[in-house]
């Protein structure tokens, strides 16, 4: 690549969110940040195609580098007991 | 007597998302007295993801109370949106009050989505361009709604007022969201109207790396109830009705 902004890791990062909140996902908060080179993923997603749609995205905007997905579907059993207020 | 309000935000469904929620959904009448949703039930406010929403929630034996949130006003079709969730039987308020009866008593709930625009010393101005003091008039507008529904429940013999908003109305229950995107995720100006209107409990969404629990600078109780903070299909609060 020519342009050093595409190969700018912090750019691609930022490009990899644009697309999270713009396309299929909607933003649904996954935060993207480099560490140690390399670039780490973390959030909670409503359903398993979500994370898969989430780690499709990352790949193709972060070809070349190591990604680590914390990426986790939410939760739905019912909780257990009640707050008392 | 005990009022139970079972409360959840951020559902977020689509129609890979469908049934996922409906099994705990339907556990409720052991455990609430009524569901609160605080907005963002759908990704992008689309009508189909609308109708899975109601597919969740359609002849719950308790009642369903709703705000909308950002995500549903994505698609700008959020009296669509409604209209869908009103025929399923939810109850969707935008600066709007309903009373509920349950056993231990009426309970009040005020809703409104609100917006953005941060804290207390934090905060962005009703200043300069025209979308920038638009932005705070939203919030304004949605703030002051909150705090005419919240008055109208004081006229209504509840034994406990609920504000239910999707945007939060500290910043306690942010903790854990990077501080420099506070302002696009609530706004004091909700806390206020809560503070100076009066309620029991306020319930909101929208933060998902956020925290629990909280409190306004007048002592009312704020609850994050975005189902990736809360980790699980809803959490009940109990409210002395007395």
């Excluded at chain 1, 560490?35 to 905007?61: D, I, N, W």
């Excluded at chain 2, 963002?40 to 929403?53: F, I, K, N, S, W």
């Excluded at chain 2, 025209?130 to 709604?145: N, Q």
């Amino acid at each position: 690549m020519s342009d050093p902004g595409v190969q700018n890791v912090e750019y691609r990062v930022a490009h990899l969110q644009d697309r999270l909140a713009a396309e299929e996902l909607g933003e649904l908060g996954v935060r993207a940040e480099v560490r140690a080179g390399a670039v780490a993923l973390t959030g909670t997603v409503p359903s398993a195609q979500c994370r898969e749609t989430v780690l499709r995205l990352a790949r193709e905007e972060l070809a070349g580098l190591t990604v680590h997905a914390d990426v986790v579907v939410a939760q739905t059993t019912r909780p257990d007991h009640a707050e008392e207020l | 007597m005990t009022i139970r309000v079972a409360a959840v935000g951020d559902i977020h469904m689509g129609p890979d998302s469908e049934g996922l929620l409906r099994p705990a959904f339907e556990t409720l009448p052991d455990c609430a007295d009524v569901l609160l949703l605080a907005g963002d039930l759908t990704r992008h406010g689309t009508p189909q993801e609308a109708r899975v929403v109601c597919r969740e929630v359609r002849d719950l034996p308790v009642p369903v109370v709703a705000v909308l949130g950002n995500h549903d006003h994505h698609d700008e079709r959020p009296e669509e949106v409604t209209a869908i969730l009103r025929d399923a039987g939810v109850t969707v308020l935008e600066g709007e009050a309903e009373v509920v009866e349950c056993a231990g008593g009426r309970v009040g709930i005020a809703g409104t989505k609100g917006f953005g625009g941060g804290f207390v010393g934090r905060s962005a101005g009703e200043f300069g361009e025209p979308v920038m003091k638009e932005f705070v008039r939203t919030t304004r507008r949605s703030a002051d709604s909150l705090h005419a529904a919240l008055k109208q429940l004081d006229e209504e013999d509840c034994a406990a007022r609920v504000a239910l908003t999707h945007f939060s109305p500290v910043a306690d229950t942010l903790a854990g969201e990077p501080p420099e995107i506070h302002p696009f995720l609530g706004s004091y100006l909700l806390a206020e109207a809560i503070d100076t209107a009066g309620a029991d409990l306020a319930v909101h969404g929208h933060a998902h790396l956020g925290t629990e629990h909280g409190m306004t600078a007048g002592g009312v109780r704020v609850r994050n109830v975005a189902q990736p903070v809360i980790r699980r299909a809803f959490n009940v609060y109990r409210l002395d009705g007395d």
